[in-house]
């Protein structure tokens, strides 16, 4: 038994282990230390991002394990060929293994075999973007550029360089782009680089940059306001539906505040201003009554509440950028209809100020990095308090890399820095403002009151940004250094309509840790902060190495009193009903200003949990808001084709709207959302688009309805769920629900239920595109935003200007293949997908059964407590039924409802598994396939998958055979009708 073990061994072989392992990464501090350990010997296993992928032999690797399947594909057998590289060491044999992870993607993969993997020909082309506009004037340029320093001219950073460059090739056009063999015609672009040049030339730009963003902030507020009193309107809706529910002592009261915010809204005539200052203030005013006088939580309007505090938070910003406008006497008519170009202007002179050579200058211009196929979507200063390193990083890199509210290590630390942070793992952080200030800062010390501000001017925990409309561009990201600096909570008020009650508390840093005395007074933060000023001299050395004294102390203190992670600060404590977690390694119990302010009747120590986990991965979801030139006629069935850059007039917005993060709470991971402030950028970018006819939507629809009464009884029970996801916010308080249901009083008539068909049949179908385009072109799925407008579905490049290929590639492939041909290849591939898969998976769901069976036989035996659980079970699950068909419940649906039902310890949770595989039901693979069809980090709609996608909503029937010839049909559709089932009336009802 473990516990007959000494621990000191067991204690000795984990520090000698880790001692074995080191980790590799872009911008590590002291990456080549790693890269001589490897050849010396040093160390034995290696984490490595694909740093180590090209261009290194280390002669004694022989095994390379593959954390799921890169997404180009040429990368496995890179990385194979770093291992078996030596006869001596490792017998010129390499051991390669493939982790496949639970995606579609990797899915897909592994059913295509093996050989799809390494066999060169039969990898997907890499995609190229051969015909850019933006590539070849870049290249001319740098071309150009080149020529000019032969010839003496001595080229710099600033904005009349590049002018002379222009100007050179105004001059001398024919014989640069023959000598260059360019055949596109660049001219476009180049002119809007040329206005671009002229406008920074000849402006004053510091005035100009704050007229542009008055000018964005003018029409953010003309459209915010016609928003509010939508939304006003709307809610006076929601009240008198419920107007009835309220008692009679109460009635009048109510109808009182309602009639006079009716009267209010209707005598609205903004005029300049002023006049719609006061409109806005009165309309604050009498929602406040209005909010009053709706309490207690039990009152039927409660819930309103919520929508009023929106409103309200809608109101102030409102009111905000009024008085700034106040200010503001000049006239901002001159960026109508230019405004895009002159906020373009601005991002680049914002970029070049402190540039020194010409290429600087022109990776702005263009949005191009030099020597590489990166596209900048918006590149941002990145830094951290008490740090001297920064560095320029892409923002959609960033996210991805080190995203918001997770406590982490940051990539480019100094040497010094990095042997502080490795003793407390990670003491970094960057925020975003929640959005409609649905937050609040409960610490009362300084440095939290410098956050707060922070977030309300700009957004951010600390950094700068510059806001369009409702947008915020971030330039400056500066991470918040928990070591230097006071501790704080942060509580944000959830996702959904209830959850409003059920607010999420963050704590950050550890007042204990950081006011530790290092020498004499002072603390550890006043260490940090000297250590991240002053010059490297010798009392540098003394007080970087006290420091580090001080924290190995606490380290092992706490180590010894059972505190398995010590110091760390990326490791948390958290609430066992997932409503909070701390990052401070003596949160012994709940923090003091939580308990305070949560309301629970708890001690601090009733629902926490001090077995700490790692901080929990947080997830941005990036959208996209369209400009109103893409529109387009619906198609007759259905519609592919792409877009290029050059065909977009107007900008399009990336925006990253919402954090998810599944916060470990024992037995379950409780799945929250922060709903956020829109932070991302603008860009000219290429997108493919999938459009099916309305009317043929909703006609397929009818027949599903009709002649699949299996397939709408799933369906009008995946709707019930999905409705009561969107009103609590995750999955956990969503499956008690399940006892609740009943499948009569579910309308298939109703507008809801139909939206909600439509709804789950174009998600559907766009994760099976998203995955088709993924596996056909090669490249990592975080490079495509998937964007949803109706029955359109659109796969956009994250880069600006196609600068990937992604489109180009496709579009290719459209033109030599035609509609029809790709949409039978993405027909085939994924009917074939599914059915393998479902193949696969019911042999495997067999193989887990009747190894759990077997398994759960002996160990009763052992634990008398299992059949007790199982007797449970077997309750819980007659109840289910008398609700639901258990063949439609999911994994996590049926988890939470045991673990709500059932009094499951420690040592039983670990039962858990094999005792729900054992009884057959849930499917491994249930409607909402988590291996299939769920795409968890790159849907806009994370949580609510399960509940949303049906693959039985989608039949073969749905993917038709385009007409070759668009202008005459008849003998085509005819073909198609038949094959459908449709009759010819039905077809002209249809067309």
């Known amino acids: ?34 890269e001589d350990d490897i050849r010396a010997g040093n160390i034995d296993v290696v984490y490595s991002t694909s740093t180590l992928e090209l261009g290194v032999d280390y002669d004694a690797a022989s095994v390379v394990v593959n954390a799921g399947i890169p997404f180009s594909l040429e990368s496995i057998p890179q990385r194979v060929g770093r291992a078996g590289r030596k006869t001596e060491t490792s017998l010129d044999t390499s051991l390669s293994i493939i982790t496949v992870r639970n995606n579609p993607l990797e899915y897909f993969y592994l059913y295509e075999g093996i050989s799809n993997l390494t066999d060169i020909d039969k990898m997907p082309a890499i995609p190229v973007s051969s015909d850019n506009h933006f590539v070849i004037l870049y290249s001319t340029l740098l071309y150009i550029s080149a020529l000019m320093t032969k010839e003496g001219r001595r080229l710099g950073g600033s904005i009349e360089d590049v002018s002379e460059v222009l100007e050179y090739l105004d001059k001398n056009r024919t014989k640069i782009l023959d000598t ?8 476009r672009v180049k002119e809007d680089v040329s206005e671009l040049v002229n406008i920074i030339s000849e402006e004053e730009m510091d005035e100009t940059c704050r007229d542009v963003e008055n000018y964005f902030n003018r029409t953010w507020l003309d459209k915010t306001f016609k928003d509010i009193f939508e939304d006003s309107d709307a809610l006076l809706d929601s009240v008198q539906e419920k107007i009835e529910d309220v008692p009679k002592r109460n009635r009048g009261d109510v109808k009182k505040k309602i009639s006079s915010l009716t009267q209010l809204l209707e005598e609205v005539k903004r005029k300049n201003l002023e006049d719609t200052e006061n409109i806005l203030l009165n309309l604050s005013d009498k ?27 809608k109101i102030e910003k409102c009111l905000g950028r009024i008085r700034d406008l106040k200010e503001v006497s000049t006239s901002l008519e001159r960026f109508r209809g230019k405004g895009n170009l002159y906020s373009r202007a601005c991002e680049v002179y914002r970029d070049t100020q402190d540039a020194t050579r010409i290429i600087q200058v022109l990776e702005s211009l263009i949005g191009f990095k030099y020597m590489g196929n990166e596209f900048m979507d918006k590149e941002v200063t990145v830094d951290a308090e008490y740090n001297i390193n920064s560095k320029d990083e892409s923002l959609s890199n960033l996210v991805t890399r080190v995203p918001p509210f997770e406590m982490q290590n940051v990539p480019f630390q100094t040497r010094e820095g990095k042997e502080i942070t490795e003793l407390v793992g990670g003491r970094y952080a960057w925020l975003i403002e929640p959005r409609n200030r649905n937050y609040h800062i409960l610490s009362e010390n300084m440095d939290s009151k410098v956050v707060w501000k922070s977030l309300d001017q700009s957004g951010l925990g600390k950094g700068k940004s510059t806001k369009r409309e409702d947008l915020l561009i971030p330039e400056e990201i500066r991470f918040l250094d928990f070591l230097g600096q006071e501790p704080f909570t942060i509580k944000i008020f959830g996702k959904g309509t209830k959850s409003g009650k059920k607010p999420l508390y963050l704590h950050y840093g550890s007042s204990r840790l950081v006011n530790s005395k290092v020498i004499r007074d002072y603390t550890v933060k006043q260490e940090i902060q000297q250590l991240g000023t002053r010059k490297k001299d010798n009392l540098f050395s003394h007080i970087k190495n006290s420091t580090i004294e001080k924290l190995n102390e606490i380290n092992e203190n706490l180590k010894d009193k059972g505190n398995r992670w010590g110091a760390s600060l990326d490791y948390i404590s958290v609430c066992r009903i997932g409503q909070a977690l701390s990052t401070d390694p003596f949160s012994f119990r709940c923090p003091k200003e939580i308990r305070e302010d949560c309301g629970l009747q708890c001690d601090g120590k009733k629902y926490w949990r001090r077995s700490r986990k790692m901080f929990p991965k947080v997830y941005l979801n990036k959208k996209v808001r369209m400009p109103p030139s893409v529109s387009s006629e619906s198609p007759l069935f259905l519609d592919y084709r792409a877009t290029t850059y050059d065909e977009l007039v107007e900008n399009i917005e990336f925006a990253y709207d919402s954090a998810q993060l599944n916060i470990p709470a024992g037995n379950v991971y409780f799945q929250r959302e922060i709903k956020l402030e829109p932070l991302g950028y603008e860009a000219k970018t290429s997108f493919l688009t999938f459009e099916i006819n309305d009317h043929f939507l909703d006609f397929t629809i009818e027949r599903i309805l009709e002649q699949k009464p299996e397939i709408v009884d799933l369906l009008k029970y995946k709707y019930y769920m999905y409705q009561r996801f969107l009103e609590e916010g995750h999955t956990a308080e969503v499956a008690p629900y399940v006892l609740e249901y009943e499948p009569e009083d579910v309308d298939t008539s109703s507008s809801s239920f139909r939206d909600y068909l439509r709804k789950s049949m174009i998600h ?19 490079n495509i935003t998937i964007h949803i407008e109706g029955s359109k579905i659109l796969l956009l490049e994250n880069s600006k200007k196609d600068g990937m290929g992604i489109v180009e590639t496709t579009q290719s492939k459209l033109d030599e293949k035609g509609v029809n041909a790709i949409f039978e290849n993405f027909v085939t591939e994924m009917s074939d997908f599914l059915e ?78 094999p005792l729900t595989n054992a009884q057959g039901f849930p499917h491994l693979c249930e409607d909402g396939c988590n291996d299939c069809i769920i795409l968890k980090n790159y849907c806009n709609e994370p949580f609510g998958q399960g509940y949303l996608l049906s693959r039985a909503l989608v039949p073969t029937s749905l993917f038709l055979r385009m007409p070759e010839d668009k202008e005459d049909h008849s003998d085509e559709n005819r073909s198609l009708f038949e094959r459908l089932g449709i009759s010819r009336r039905e077809a002209s009802e249809v067309g």
């Open 764 to 782: 559907t179908l766009a994760h099976l595109l998203y995955t088709h385009i993924a596996t056909k072109v090669g490249i990592d799925p975080s």
């Open 287 to 313: 929602l406040g009554e209005l909010k009053s006088i709706l309490r207690p939580p039990s009152h039927p309007l409660f819930g309103i509440r919520s929508e009023i505090v929106e409103l309200n938070s």
């Open 836 to 913: 393998d898969h479902e193949k696969r998976i019911n042999e495997r769901e067999k193989e887990i059964r009747k190894e759990s069976t077997s398994n759960l036989k002996r160990i009763k035996k052992q634990n008398e407590k299992i059949s007790n659980i199982q007797e449970e079970m077997k309750s819980l699950n007659e109840e289910i039924k008398n609700h639901v068909d258990p063949e439609f419940l999911d994994y996590s649906t049926y988890r939470y409802l045991l673990l709500n039902r059932l009094n499951i310890d420690r040592e039983t949770s670990e039962f858990l598994l």
């Open 180 to 187: 260059l063999d360019a055949e596109s015609d660049i001219k």
């Open 1 to 34: 038994k473990k516990s007959e073990i000494p621990s000191e061994p067991i204690d000795r072989l984990k520090e000698e282990i880790w001692e074995n392992i080191e980790r590799h990464y872009s911008y590590k501090t002291g990456s080549y230390d790693v």
